[in-house]
């Protein structure tokens, strides 16, 4: 079994734990354009999720009333929306209002997908409608700037659907490992109603050494860190209102 299939299995057994990042960090999988990515760890870590939209009925000041995604420390380890959802369904067992975590896997990519970096401001822009923008918003002149790859670490969290397509990869004999060749992911549809594809393509060698510098394992996120969960404290103060960045900041 591969790696990323003997994580899907052990995860059904188990739950992970960490902190969270910021929105920055994690690569970002969008309709507008394809993305690009090489995978960077031999296996993903795996945590759950709970995700409060913006203006929840129960929590419709979280993060400052912008909504936010938190790593669940567990409904026994004193987990702010596990115990709201425990009281919605003692109120009524056949209730639907719930914020359900979600299992969500983890990992370390590199973000390849090409880009038209501004010569003036270093500003990147992403292909929109078959096309990269002629002028950047600083008036700098794009028409001759030529797309590279991004060539970014990011975190990569994404949840059973994508994970079960990489599996599905790296058990196939003509790919295998799956930081051997990129994978391109083709999202239609926004929000709930997106599905992203996951499609390979052909085996590259990549020097990371002369990409990211002789220190690019320095570069990697700590997976393990990333999905350990907030303090269940700070998380209702998030709840409450709090602005994210300013709690984990201590501003």
Not at 70 to 99: H, R, S, V
Not at 179 to 198: A, F, N
Not at 224 to 243: A, F, M
Request: proline content about 6%; overall charge neutral; aromatic content about 8%.
């Amino acid at each position: 079994m591969s790696e990323f299939g003997k994580v899907l299995v052990d995860s059904e057994k188990k739950q992970s734990k960490g902190k969270v990042r910021f929105s920055s960090d994690f690569i970002k999988i969008n309709s507008d354009h394809q993305t690009i990515i090489r995978v960077l760890d031999s296996k993903p870590e795996v945590a759950w999720q709970h995700f409060v939209p913006k203006g929840h009925h129960a929590f419709p000041k979280a993060n400052n009333g912008k909504g936010m995604s938190f790593i669940c420390p567990g409904p026994n380890n004193g987990c702010p929306i596990c115990a709201w959802n425990k009281k919605q369904k003692e109120a009524n067992p056949d209730t639907k209002d719930l914020l359900k975590a979600r299992k969500v896997y983890s990992f370390n990519v590199l973000d390849r997908t090409p880009v038209v970096v501004c010569p003036s401001c270093e500003a990147e822009h992403y292909e929109s409608g078959g096309s990269y923008p002629e002028e950047c918003e600083c008036g700098a002149d794009l028409s001759n700037v030529d797309p590279i790859p991004r060539n970014k670490v990011q975190i990569m969290q994404k949840g059973k659907r994508i994970v079960e397509q990489l599996q599905s990869f790296e058990e196939d004999p003509d790919f295998g490992d799956l930081r051997e060749y990129d994978i391109k992911l083709d999202t239609r549809g926004k929000g709930s109603e997106s599905m992203t594809t996951c499609v390979p393509k052909q085996k590259t060698k990549l020097n990371l050494e002369e990409i990211l510098g002789e220190d690019w394992k320095d570069k990697l996120y700590n997976i393990k860190d990333v999905v350990k969960p907030l303090e269940p404290e700070i998380i209702t103060r998030i709840l409450n209102g709090e602005d994210y960045f300013s709690v984990v900041s201590g501003k």
